[in-house]
């Protein structure tokens, strides 16, 4: 073998494992907030411009989750609940109590770990594992999927295909799985990047975040509501959002959320 051959052999040797493993978290580029809207509006969710479409991820959580339940009917309100697996198959009444009020059940995956290694096999086991146990539960098979963190992988992109799952990410979240996020804080990071068609992240547990931050987009959900409502905006869960409309249209201007509901 030629020194010139074995150099070839020794280059290709590292980058072909180099190239697997950008080729596995390429799709990730979907979680970057400037990107996403952009280049990927299916995946941020962007739907019909005069619908908000407010979305939960991490559930269900026994504590929390009834409370945002009981908050969303006050506001007379629904949305579409993103539930892992190993919560739901825990606390099954729950997940039953929700469809029972009117709200949408996605797909969040079965745990809710990063997908920093390609696992085809698992990611396919595990997503349509959780679809399977909504379908059992509820008698509806979902059909959006989430992946945690936001970060879309291709064997989790892939995984979600095969079992019919849309991939749906969000365009506006209110970073509320922080240690220091008060309501106002939450209300003022959805209003920062929410516009019309746009799809909302909040979380309504905190089984994977912060210890008690769940209360800070509790808090906030009132203003969020009531101030897309105000802006002539309906709001609700995925499966009434729609399509983008094709035709290029003038962009919707930013929304005034009040910083307290009713003012």
């Known amino acids: 073998m030629s020194p010139v051959s074995g150099r070839s052999r020794s280059t290709a040797a590292v980058l072909l ?34 619908h908000i479409a407010l979305t939960f991820d991490d559930g269900p959580d ?11 009917d006050a506001l007379g ?27 949408e059940l996605g797909v969040h995956g079965w745990s809710h770990d990063r997908p920093w290694r390609p696992a085809f096999a698992r990611d396919a086991e595990e997503v349509a594992r959780t679809a399977r146990l909504l379908h059992d539960l509820t008698g509806t098979r979902p059909r ?28 506006a979240w209110g970073r509320d799985w922080t240690a ?13 990047d929410l516009r019309g068609g746009g799809t909302v992240l909040l979380h309504d547990s905190d089984r994977y975040a912060a210890p008690g931050c769940w209360h800070a987009a509790l808090g906030a959900l009132p203003a969020v509501v009531e101030g897309c409502r105000a802006a002539g905006l309906t709001v609700g869960p995925l499966r009434d959002h729609g399509p983008a409309p094709a035709p290029a249209r003038r962009a919707v201007p930013e929304l005034a959320l009040p910083a307290r509901p009713g003012r």
Do not use: N
């Open 77 to 103: 309100a629904r949305a579409t609940f993103f539930v892992l697996g190993e919560r739901a198959v825990r606390h099954p009444d729950v997940v039953l109590e929700t469809v029972r009020r009117g709200h």
């Open 62 to 72: 026994p504590v929390s989750t009834p409370r945002f339940l009981d908050a969303l």
């Open 144 to 171: 959006r999927y989430r992946p945690p963190y936001g970060i879309l992988s291709t064997s989790r992109w892939l995984a979600a295909r095969r079992a019919g799952l849309r991939t749906v990410l969000w365009s």
């Open 180 to 192: 220091d996020a008060t309501p106002e804080s939450v209300r003022a990071r959805v209003a920062a």
């Open 17 to 50: 494992p180099a190239a697997v493993a950008a080729a596995h978290i390429g799709p990730a580029a979907t979680w970057l907030p400037g990107v996403r809207p952009l280049l990927f509006p299916g995946f941020a969710g962007i739907g019909r411009h005069r």
